[in-house]
């Protein structure tokens, strides 16, 4: 399957290239974002993640880096909270039809509820105030005692519906995380002093997903500046950088005759492999090329009496 993507964010594809990258924040970025773009490309994660990494993620002793991944938690909250308001709506609605209030029951059945975002440790105040304000016009609908037992319901899934990822950092990667613990006594790896991201005046926080998107855009500078180094991609972004640990995770299964697109799939925990699919962003001479390549390693398997 071949699809077309001319206006998404695309992955740095080439090896080559992702290490022209590389040394271009090296050479010209601060040091805190060249640590971010590693572990980025080594573990595939979302920038809010990364961003929340603390010093309890890190096992120095065996290598590794673990984090609960805040969009499926939140996800799981999300629907849980839904579940619950679906329900009283239904009950509310079953009320009407036994009372004959044929008005209610249509008024009912035309609501369309908005799902509040859920709350999480890098809840933001303005965040919380419109959480709060949706939850309050939900609450206006279904009743208080019905909305806490949709909160509740969000609380237990989100607390039974965590899931975490476990990926192996390069030893050199190791050792600059710990350089970099050593400079600061913040729980955040990436801590707003030493990144000075804008999260609060005091730089208790850790950075933002913003400070590092701007952070990069600065050394994208509209693709210009990656093209002076060779490297043609197309809105280069943090966002590229979960693409790009996909798009090497693809090729090195191809490379050794296995599932590259199963293999992406499974790296970023998608459910669907045609999500991981828009990933790639592979063009249709890629795509030729792979399966001329999967038809080869049959060799002389399939042969048939003339």
């Known amino acids: 399957m071949s699809i077309k993507h001319p206006n998404a964010v695309r992955p740095v594809k080439a090896a080559a290239d992702r290490a ?22 080594q573990t595939g994660w979302r920038t809010a993640d990364i961003c929340r990494l603390d010093r309890d993620a890190f096992n120095f002793t065996d290598g590794s880096v673990s984090i609960t991944i805040a969009k499926q938690t939140k996800a799981a909250g999300t629907r849980a909270f839904m579940a619950a308001v679906r329900k ?12 004959n209030d044929l008005a209610e029951f249509v008024r009912l059945n035309k609501l369309a509820i ?6 999480g440790e890098d809840e933001t105040l303005g965040a919380r105030v419109a959480r709060e304000e949706t939850e309050a016009t939900i ?10 037992r949709a909160v509740d319901a969000r609380r237990r899934a989100m607390a039974a519906g965590r899931k975490t990822d476990t990926k192996l950092l390069h030893p050199a990667t190791l050792a600059q995380i710990k350089r970099m613990l050593a400079t600061h006594t913040q729980p955040w790896l990436f ?10 005046k005091t730089a208790s926080g850790h950075v933002t997903r913003q400070s590092v998107w701007r952070a990069l855009d600065r050394l994208r500078d509209s693709d210009k500046t990656l093209r002076s180094i060779g490297v043609n991609c197309a809105k280069f972004s943090a966002y590229s950088l979960r693409k790009s640990f996909a798009y090497s995770e693809f090729d090195r299964a191809e490379a050794a005759g296995k599932d590259g697109l199963a293999a992406a799939r499974d790296s970023l925990g998608h459910s669907d492999s045609r999500i991981t699919e828009a990933y790639l962003c592979r063009d249709e ?11 080869a ?10």
């Open 114 to 119: 908005v799902a509040p975002a859920c709350p």
């Open 20 to 41: 022209k990258v590389r040394q271009h924040i090296a050479d010209n970025g601060p040091a805190w974002l060249l640590l971010f773009h590693d572990i980025a490309l």
């Open 88 to 99: 009283e709506l239904a009950t509310m609605k079953d009320v009407a039809l036994a009372a």
């Open 285 to 295: 001479e890629e795509q030729e090329a792979i399966n001329k390549a999967r038809l």
């Open 297 to 306: 390693t049959f060799g002389g398997l399939f042969s048939y009496a003339a």
């Open 139 to 148: 609450g206006a609908i279904i009743g208080a005692d019905a909305l806490a």
């Open 191 to 200: 801590s707003g002093r030493v990144t000075g991201s804008n999260r609060n």
